[in-house]
């Protein structure tokens, strides 16, 4: 059962190179789609395969290519979502290095589903070697015609260009990637109008993560049906899992959607260094709520995570034994996302600032009775009550951190006083 | 183009049935219904922001709660403003913004003392203490604290110890105090096209500021003050009125400055005009200003040097007399002189009333045709011209409106800048722009197609758009090779041009005072007869329109009629072809030194440079009411701020259409019965026909006056040398007087000083910035010198200095006598530098 | 040094515009090639690419503020980046800051007064399975421990 899909040839050397993909099968989804489907039947298809964004909030891909207007004058773009920045994620940078004409072909479906013929890639700053790496990847597939004017004589254009990030987590936010693509600060924009239909440039545009549109190759070759079996009903296919933290071993591990947190951190991820007990699990990248180790008996999907009162974000898995004061992990927490703040809304720049300021006076032995209830008020003032999902990104952790372990943080300030 | 009216639809708020335009947002149909939504960041001119997030509200069927200032209203929309949630989401997040607001004064124990015996204020920024701020009172912020009902603070304030900038003029900043709401920055950049302010840094670090740190100044600010008026709380403040606390009130008034006529409103203390801020009038500025509406009117009013009593040459001294004696003597001097031995010179500054009284003093009274009014030196091109431009439909508004716009000359920054921002909307809506500019202006940087002509030749250009869009036959070769432009951008013009369906046109002041235009009129009238063609003339002289109505030149009479017979005039006063027994000039000073005659009688708001031998004190705008017409034939009221009883504080200035009433009683008796100016209003009305009955503020056609046009020849040779010499007409200036000799932060800006050239020029003749440059022309027989200024918005070869029209208050440009003489206007000049 | 733009840099830079329907789409690009050309990103060179794409100068000021990539002082010639995130803080991070500080003997923002190396302290480079980690330039180094820091640091030259 436990088969690997999009990470099945990462072993093999030289995957980046055009010749060994195709070696592997590369670019026959692409030359399926383009030659033998229409747009719509590509569509319907990935509508059908449930397939969930992959870059945290777990929206319907299929779903979100329908919003985009069918007849338009104006020009439509995708924008490839590679700003990986959720501490603890780092499963797009697997792809982004090992196998980046997955990504491709993935691309030139989707732009191919939506009528596309420009898409950028907007990758972090940070992933500089990496951005070398695809566009080297892209100038191949020009070469070889799956990129570029008339693709495989279907009679598609479809440029891709990288676009370099300069080191701003909000830029992971849609609108703000939007705003940063147009060489703007990445201030994100009040919705309504949403990006399918006034996005990049003021036109409808697509935006989806590196591993969503992974999967879309797999899709088209081997039919939804295929791919719902992978993983559940209404939240298809394989994640990728990134486990990170106080684990034996740390890495990327592709399991179906729906595998058990536990199963992922005890067997997969080697479970605990010895001596170390479990303590609590965030399972989702930073910005989703923490879980007790009594917690972790659930099933790693959208749907259900959310039901534990978490959220199954990036599937990005950071794990903290019983020798972390949950303090500490509260500062990393509250220190990031003060940091971070794009500064326009004034709940979360100035909410996440103040808990900055609060946790910081915690950690040195200055803190006041009463702190933790202030987190939890700061918190609950934070979510949905701003511009954008980084309020509750911010939010989200604090707030859990604050309820879950409020004995604990309380203790800590009784012993240093 | 038809315009549609939006269609009304109907919405519940707060379980009433409300009704709404269609299209507007929830908070702008609860403001149009009169329910108040909390809000710091959302402006009606200017995008949704969602930054102070207190104009949350619930609507049924949407989740969580949505902000009423980015949520476009709906039919049957079900929409709840204050409920116990709501209210306690805004305390919330309103501590969070005062958490960052160094402004204990809102929450303060002591408040309700503090106010009470609030003795002295205090200038220090000091952290606590209610008079941190200049806006206590005054203060958007304290009011919403007020209205939600926050009593108490959770937060400790964070003060971030920026450091106030005084460095600029005009206003101050306290970024101490800002709360980030970006209205100053998005009116910066939406609607003044300027963006000087933006946000820089992120997070708790985000700060507002010019780019570099660098001074408003050297970012390219206007100063039109449009952040200033917009900022909800006393981060940017006025720096004329910071400290004067609350005002006591306001009225909307007319801007005095130029022929726009914007609508203002004038801020009063303690019976004191104390500060100008601009008045959401959607008719002609619709809440925009220029520096000089903006910043410069409380100190051209109240200036230290300002001239409060009636003086007489007495001997060997100028001595401050009573009116009764002033008025005695002036009428005792008028009385023993011929009519023909006796002029008069109006300022077009003056308002209608004051004008027709001068006409009928100077007519009626003594029986004289001689009056004449400096607004001839603002309509170049001759007084007939400019009756006809005024019959056709002029509208400020609807720039806005139009498809494509042909800007001649037109630079927005410092003056005229509610063009600038009508431009800006019409080009946001998609309208295309050709810019006719040897300049670079700021609208050039928005332009489709720039042609850069030689100085002197845009009529030309503007002639070959005009009969070609007439459908005349036009010759392209030779129109580029006198203008220098090339062929394929006027080619690309003339197709937007021919394109247009709502054409508007609009002429910058420099255009009008060449010395040839005739190819300006000439096509001027041919644009004319096509149809949907708005056109703005601009000029100076905030009512010279109104003089055009009142009748003050010797040849047009109130109401247009031509008097027979012609008068002494400026020409004959200005070159000095008649000898006058007695000059008596009024708001305008158009001389250098004292004009010859036996007796000068100067009235105006400030004392001229030279010996006159009567002063007669006169009331600025604030002070004294009245009516002023704007380009557009509008009739628009000067509201009288100031009326304190005549002393010794508070000066003896009178209106001027009253001192001719008194001057009048003197000497006949009751001939000019006016106790107010609506006493004069109402004879205007009577004795000028098109004049409105009622003020409408109505924009009217006026009747062009068959007038013979009298076309000077070029006077002179051409003159030889390697620069063109351009001379520009001077905007800083009111009732004779230099503003920015008045105003402080007007003079800092400088913007009329010095010959301005291209730094390459400066470069290859080996000078630098600052360096003193001699001028010379007519074979080295007349020569001005001056300083050089490096500016990078001239083109190549050209030099441009500033001539005013008019002189009181220009002391120190004096040695620049020659140049503002010279009747030739672009000219050829030689440069040399003054010294080693 | 002159901050005028090489004609190399220049043609860059029109090469990378090619990729946008406007010119300001471009300016993160842009900023990145002239940092990498320059080192940093002076005002002067923020003029200049307002003039290359036609922006007044608070468009790019703005964003040269906003992004943290962006360098506007010099730094050394490593630029070192260690991740002190909560992943990288779970396996130690601190210790590494520790380490580098004392063995660089700066603080972190500073250069080293040979101008060789630079340290800062970042958020999460996106490399947790390496946890802790660091990045010298564009090149990424994980599981590190002082002996490997010290090894690394020899092998830059």
Redo the contacts between chains.
Sequence with gaps: MNEKVLTQNFGLDHLFRIEVYLEQGGYRAAKKALTEWKPEQVLEEVKKASLRGRGGAGFSAGLKWGFVPKKTDK?KYLCVNAD???????K??YILSHNPHLLIEGIVIASYAVGIHDAYVYI??????IALRLEQAIAEAYGQGYLGKNILGSGFDLDL?V???????ICGEETALLE???????NPRLKPPFPASVGL?QNPTVINNVETLANVPFIILNGAAWFLAKGLPNDGGTRIF?????VNK???YELPVGTSLREIIFTHAGGLKPGRKLKAV?PGG?SSPILKAEEIDIKMDVDSVAAAGSMMGSA?I????DR?PIL??LK??AK?YA??S?GQCTPCRLGTNWILKIVKRMAEGKGEQGDADSLLRLAANIKGRTLCPMGDAAAMPVFSIAKKFKEELEASLKVKT | MARKEPRTETMEINHRKVSFPEGVTVHRAAELNGVYIPSLCSHKDLSPFGGCRLCMVEIEGMRGYPLSCNTVAQEGMKVLTDTVMLRELRKEILKLILSEHPSSCLVCNERTECQDYQGTIRKAGVTTGCRFCPNDGQCELQDLVEKIGLTEMDYPIYYHGYEPEHDDPFYDRDYNICILCGRCVRMCQEVRGT????????GPRVKIG???GRSHTE??CEFCGACVDVCPTGALADKVSKWDGKPDGCYVSTCPFCAIGCQIELYHKNGRFSKAAANIDPEVNDGQLCVKGRFCLPEVTHHFERAKKPMLQKGNYFREVSWAEALERVAAELKGIQPDEFAMLVSPDLTNESLFAAQKFVRDCLGSRNIDSTARLELGGGLGLWSKLFSLPISIKNIAQADVILAVGLDSRFNFSVVGTKVRKALDRGAKLVTIDPRDSNLARYTDDWLRPLPGREGLLLKFFADSLAGRITDLPWVAEETTVNVPLLERALEILSSSKDLAVIIGPQVFHYDNNEALGDSLMTLAERKNTNFIPLYFGANARGALEMGVFPEIGPGGMSSRGQGIGLEEIVNGSKRLKAIYLVGDIPFFERPDCDFLIVQDIYLPPFKVDAFLPASTFAEAGGTLVNMEGRVQEVVQVENPPEGAVMGFMRPDWRIFADLANSLKGNSMNYKTSQDVLREIRKTVPDFPARLGRKPRRMKAIDHPEIHKPTVGKTSEGDFLLVAEPAGYRHRGIDISSKVGGLGELALEEGFRMHPGDIDSLGLKNGDRIRLSFDNGKVSAGGAVRADVECPRGVIYYTRPVVFGGLKHRRELLPLYILKQNPIRVNVSRIGT | MSREFTPALKERIEGVLA????K??????V??LVQSEKGFIS?ED?RIVAVL?GL????????V??????ARKPLGKFHI?VC????C???GGEKILEHLKARLGIRIGQTTPDGKYTLTEV?????????PCM?VN???YGNLDPEKIDRILEGLK
């Design positions: 020009p990986e920045g959720e501490p603890g994620t780092f797009d940078r972090r700053g940070e992933y500089e070697v260009y676009h370099r990030g300069a080191g701003a987590y940063s693509l147009e060489g703007k600060r990445g440039f990134g486990v990170s933290g106080a740390p890495g990327i965030i930073m990005a950071i794990v903290i034994d972390t500490e992990v990393k927490v990031f940091h971070e794009c | 963006s000087v302010l933006a946000f820089t840094y992120r010019p780019a570099f970012a390219g | 990729h946008y329907p406007n300001q789409a471009g300016l993160l690009p900023l990145r005002a923020e794409l007044r100068p608070i468009k790019v000021r703005e964003v503020t906003f992004y943290t990539l962006f980046q002190s995130n909560l992943s803080s779970l396996s958020e999460c480079l996106g490399a947790c399975e390496q946890a990045m564009f090149d990424y």
